[in-house]
Structures are given as structure tokens and as C-alpha cells.
């Protein structure tokens, strides 16, 4: 399963399908709660499924949807990718 916090222009997304594909995914669930409604008919050409919780009509960027909406710095992201991680067993 894939998910983001919101499609903008899909570049992003795009890349990460191309990656677990070549990662040999079997199967990929795009989950996202919010992208433009054009972009649902280019995602359910690449993946097996879409969960997406909304689709407007007028759509200008991911954070419009956001009440908290900060800007994640590198470092917090290298910080989080040293953090122990669950994983199913």
C-alpha cells in the first residue's frame, strides 16, 4: 500500500509506482486522501486500486485541505528513517 498525504501533480507518486514495481510489488494500493479529479483515471491505469477520500473540482495544492500544513525539513525526515520501524511478521 502507497500512501500519501495528497496528489498536487503526481510526479512524486508516479516515481515511487515505478520504484515498488521494480521492487517486484505484486500488487499496489494508492491510498491518498485528497488529489484532482483528473488524476484518479491516470492512477487507476498504474495501480491496482485507488482509495481516495476526495476528488474537488477546484484544486490548487495539497495543503488548501489541511488545517496544519508545515513544511517537513530534512533533517526530521533523516531523524524518522533512524527510528525503529514495526514490521509484520
Known amino acids: 500500500m502507497l500512501v500519501d498525504d495528497g496528489i498536487a ?3 512524486t507518486v508516479e516515481t515511487a509506482i515505478a520504484t515498488l514495481r521494480e521492487w517486484g510489488a505484486r500488487r499496489i494500493v494508492l491510498a491518498v486522501p485528497v488529489a484532482p479529479r483528473h488524476t484518479l483515471t491516470r492512477f487507476q491505469r498504474l495501480v491496482d486500486d485507488v482509495v481516495l477520500l476526495h476528488a474537488p ?11 496544519y500544513f508545515p513544511d517537513v525539513s530534512d533533517d526530521r525526515v533523516r531523524a524518522a528513517l533512524k527510528e525503529p520501524s514495526v514490521t509484520a511478521t
Open 9 to 11: 501533480t503526481g510526479y
Open 57 to 67: 473540482d477546484e484544486f490548487y495544492a495539497v495543503g488548501q485541505f489541511y488545517e
